[in-house]
């Protein structure tokens, strides 16, 4: 079965730099992205930001309380 993100890790500008998944592992934001590419993350996907850089977000469902920035800290 695959994992999903249940929490993030921010810096002081907010922005989301590691995850922890739902087996409790800490992944940096590149692993991240490795993790989800491959499928081993459900639940998310990777685009590209504006600035071609790639971006990970949770998959569209309508529900605003799982999206990536309203998950839980740790």
């Known amino acids: 079965m695959a994992e999903y993100f249940e929490r993030v ?3 002081a500008d907010g922005d989301i730099v590691s995850f922890q998944t739902s087996s409790g592992k800490e ?3 590149e692993e991240a992205i490795a993790a989800v590419e491959s499928g081993t993350i459900q639940g998310a996907n ?7 850089r790639p ?9 605003p309380n799982n999206n990536l920035d309203n998950l839980p800290t740790f």
């Open 27 to 29: 992944l940096t934001y």
């Open 55 to 63: 971006v990970i977000r949770g998959n569209a469902d309508g529900d």
């Open 46 to 52: 990777v685009g590209k930001a504006r600035n071609g």
């Open 9 to 11: 890790r921010k810096n």
